[in-house]
Structure formats: structure tokens, C-alpha cells
């Protein structure tokens, strides 16, 4: 059973930082391509980063430049670094790890944490 524990989230100051972290279980994050996504009142959820088992990284347009994204594999772990941290960051941020095993996708979610940037 696999399993996505987020941890991290809080309340911020705009201008200020945070790292968020995601601790999987039940699984190797080896081979998966992991992601952080948010949802904010009244809105749907988005892209914040993603990382493959390569290393490539991708972001979301509001993000880029403020966020960044790494892997432990060592530690079955990712992590959101998010730096000048402003209101409109304020979300739900949920963690995510996806595979294809025999052509099957397997998406996996973690619960969410919050975050709230705010003075």
C-alpha cells in the first residue's frame, strides 16, 4: 500500500520561505516521476513542479523562479522549496507521484498541507 505523508505547511510572511516535504511508504520512489500541485479556494488544482527519475524539472508559470523542487531517493522523499512566498501562494499543496507499470498508470496523492502566506 502506498502511502504520501506531506509535511511542512504553515503560516508564512509574504516575502518569506518554506520547505515542504513529502515521505512516501509502501514503494521506492526510484522510478516515479513526483510532483507538487495546489488548490486555493475557488479553485481548481495546478501545477506547481514536477521531477522526474532523471532529474528534469518543470514548473508552473506563477511559480518559476521562487520554487524549487528536489528528490532524495535515499530517503523516499521530495521537497518543495518556495522562496518570496506571496498571498496569492496561499493553497492547499498536495504531493504526487506517478508510474506506469505494464502500461497501467499508478498516480498516488498525499493528503495536503496547508499553506498560508500572510502578514
Known amino acids: 500500500q502506498v502511502q504520501l505523508v506531506e509535511s511542512g505547511g504553515g503560516l508564512v510572511q509574504p516575502g518569506g520561505s518554506l520547505r515542504l516535504s513529502c515521505a512516501a511508504s509502501g514503494t521506492s520512489f526510484t522510478s516515479y516521476v513526483l510532483g507538487w500541485y495546489r488548490q486555493a479556494p475557488r479553485k481548481q488544482r495546478e501545477l506547481v513542479a514536477t521531477i522526474g527519475n532523471g532529474g528534469s524539472t518543470n514548473y508552473g508559470d506563477s511559480v518559476k523562479g521562487r520554487f524549487t523542487i528536489s528528490r532524495d531517493n535515499a530517503k523516499n522523499t521530495v521537497y518543495l522549496e518556495m522562496n518570496s512566498l506571496k498571498p496569492e501562494d496561499t493553497a492547499v499543496y498536495y504531493c504526487?507521484?506517478?508510474?506506469?507499470?505494464?502500461?497501467?498508470?499508478?498516480?498516488?496523492w498525499g493528503q495536503g498541507t496547508q499553506v498560508t502566506v500572510s502578514s
Open positions: 504526487n507521484a506517478r508510474t506506469t507499470v505494464w502500461a497501467i498508470i499508478r498516480n498516488y
